[in-house]
Structures are given as C-alpha cells and as structure tokens.
C-alpha cells in the first residue's frame, strides 16, 4: 500500500472513529435518560471544530484534541458533583465512562495526525 493510500485510509477511519464515537455518545445518554445537552455540546465542537478545519487532517486531529478535553474536563465536574456523589459507584462509573470517551477522541486525533503526516510526505516528494 503507497503512502497516499495509507494517509486516505488513516483519514477515513478517524471519520468513522469519530462518527461513532459521538453516535456512542449519544446513544448512551439517551439511555440513561439525560437531557442529553452536553453530549449535544461536544458534538458540536467536533463538527465546529471540522468545519474549521475545512476537513484538513491536521485540523481536524487538533479539534478532535479539543473534544478529548472537553471530555475529560466534563468528566472531572461529573465526578465532583454531589449527586453523582450520591451514588455509591457514581464517581467510578463517570471516570470510566469518561475516560473511555476522551480515549475514542485521541483515537481520532491520532488517525488524523498519521493522515497528516502522510499527506505531508505526499506533498515533499
């Protein structure tokens, strides 16, 4: 495989990565029965964020970073607030839940990166 197909398909996968990360994101607070507005929030930074970008990989691995810590910071005001406190695995529940969700957006972020990377090399040679 050549090094613009490498980067086209390292690019397509964090499309989908992200794609799927935020159907996941959605599907599980509506689950949860949330209202669901900061999931909507992070959402809309990540395609805010692409739009900016204008779908250029770089961009994009610098907006998914973005959402990676967005999520994370979401995570630390769920684990403090006292009704997830009032659960006896409140806490744990939405550090993991967290977490695993700011790892799917740096899973993103590091796909766009490589495309980055390859079509970089693409334009030098």
Request: hydrophobic share 55%; proline share 3%; glycine share 12%.
């Amino acid at each position: 495989m050549s090094q613009p197909d490498k980067g086209r398909l390292a690019f397509r996968t964090g499309i989908a990565l992200a794609g799927v990360t935020s159907l996941l994101i959605m599907w599980t607070t509506i689950v949860r029965d949330e209202s669901g507005e900061a999931a909507i929030m992070l959402i809309m930074a990540a395609a805010v964020g692409s739009f900016a970008a204008r779908f250029r990989p770089d961009g994009m691995a610098r907006a998914m970073v973005g959402v990676a810590v967005m999520q994370a910071a979401l995570g630390g005001l769920y684990v403090t607030a006292p009704i997830t406190a009032a659960d006896a695995d409140g806490p744990l529940r939405a550090m993991i839940f967290n977490g695993a969700f700011s790892l799917l957006w740096l899973g993103a972020a590091a796909l766009f990166h490589i495309a980055g990377r390859r079509r970089s090399g693409e334009a030098a040679a």
